[in-house]
């Protein structure tokens, strides 16, 4: 059966990709105006000193947020993105890290995108210490690790943690997008841990590792551990980036994981929780992996940024903006909410054609 399901993936991998049509004009403005309303409900939300809760994580996301919207905000459009720039480079400490007392390796990863993306030039000297401090708590052999270990090629949160997944995808997206050397051996290590937490026993030799092609948060020891949305999509993402191949097995597996759990109105494995997360997860990945259509189990062309749009601006609040109801990992948090959602809407209209 499995060889099955994966002669059928394959199939699927070398058809070619159908042409989508540009995202429809009405949801389109939609789209546009629930993005404008959430960043107005985040401006009015900026603290005194400039940033947004007070947190290195929060401002940068809330950043991101702006820099990537159809309007393209920048530090010279108004105080509400320049103080919180300037505050941002200002929590940057001697070890390159931009962060407050918490999550070192996941704020700096976080900060970085966002100084990139406002002014790469003028920011170069903050995002170079930044990419320093990331590669340097990959786990490795300046760790006193071997490839054998199943924490090779991981990032965790910055201190004696055990590395994970959501950090890892974190951490590559920010080398990635901040043009790190692509010949660096930090992608092939990150990669190794990658295929370990992948239920992909032909490629994981975890003996946990299951068959559905799916992601777990981590390779841990637990049998039969349990894929879910967001982190296959951070696999997938993962995999993209440290260059695996379209037909690599790993990356079929993974295509057909998603292909079966299409869904935007749950989380799949995980319910209501960390809701956002996935649609950004699942936002990002898609528009990384470039297929705009995803064929799901009855054979339709599900057109995922058409569908994940409809649904944020159902989903958002009459003050602009999102909150879930489960508050698990802080997503009853408006800022962080909001600054995900509008960042999944974002990547839908870029990869709907609508922005570029």
């Known amino acids: 059966m499995r060889h099955r399901l994966l002669a059928a993936a394959l199939l699927c ?29 985040l401006r009015s939300k900026q603290e005194a000193n400039g940033s947004y809760g007070n947190h290195v994580g929060l401002t940068a996301m809330t950043l991101q947020a702006f820099a990537e919207s159809p309007r393209r905000y920048r530090d010279a459009d ?40 406002l002014d790469p030039a003028r920011y170069a000297k903050p995002i170079a210490g930044g990419q320093r401090f ?12 071997t490839s054998a270990d199943k924490s090779y090629g991981g990032i965790g949160y910055g201190g004696d943690e055990r590395p994970d997944l959501s950090n890892l995808v974190h951490a590559l997206d920010a080398l990635r997008r901040t043009d790190f050397d692509p010949d660096s051996d930090v992608w092939a290590k990150a990669q190794v841990f990658v295929t370990r937490c992948q239920n992909r026993s032909e490629s994981n030799d975890q003996p946990w590792a299951g068959d559905d092609g799916g992601f777990v948060y981590e390779p841990g020891n637990a049998i039969g551990a349990r894929s879910y949305g967001a982190m296959t999509f951070a696999g997938l993402k993962s995999l993209v980036f440290t ?16 292909r079966k759990h299409y ?29 705009r259509l995803v064929p799901d189990e009855k054979g339709r062309h599900r057109d995922w940024a058409a569908d994940l749009a409809t649904r944020l601006v159902a989903l958002q609040r009459p003050d602009g903006s999102w909150v879930n109801d489960d508050p698990k990992y802080w997503e009853g948090n408006p800022l962080l909410a909001t ?15 609508i922005i570029e």
């Open 339 to 353: 600054s995900r959602a509008v960042t999944s809407l974002n990547h839908a209209l870029r990869a709907g054609g």
């Open 263 to 291: 869904d935007f109105h749950q989380h799949p494995g995980q319910g209501a929780t960390s809701l956002y997360f996935y649609y950004q997860s699942a936002a990002t990945a898609l528009d990384a992996y470039g297929e």
């Open 134 to 145: 990331l590669v340097r708590f990959q786990v490795d052999e300046d760790h006193k690790f």
């Open 243 to 258: 260059r695996a191949a379209r037909d690599d097995p790993r990356v079929v597996a993974a295509w057909a994981w998603v």
């Open 78 to 117: 108004g105080p509400f993105i320049a103080r919180a720039s300037e505050w941002l480079v200002g929590q940057q400490r001697a070890d390159g890290a931009i962060t407050g007392d918490a999550t070192p390796t996941y704020n700096t990863a976080l900060a970085i995108v966002a100084l990139h993306l």
């Open 13 to 41: 991998v070398a058809m070619p990709a159908l042409a989508a049509p540009k995202l429809d004009a009405a949801l389109a403005e939609r789209a546009r105006r629930a993005i404008d309303r959430g960043l107005e409900f």
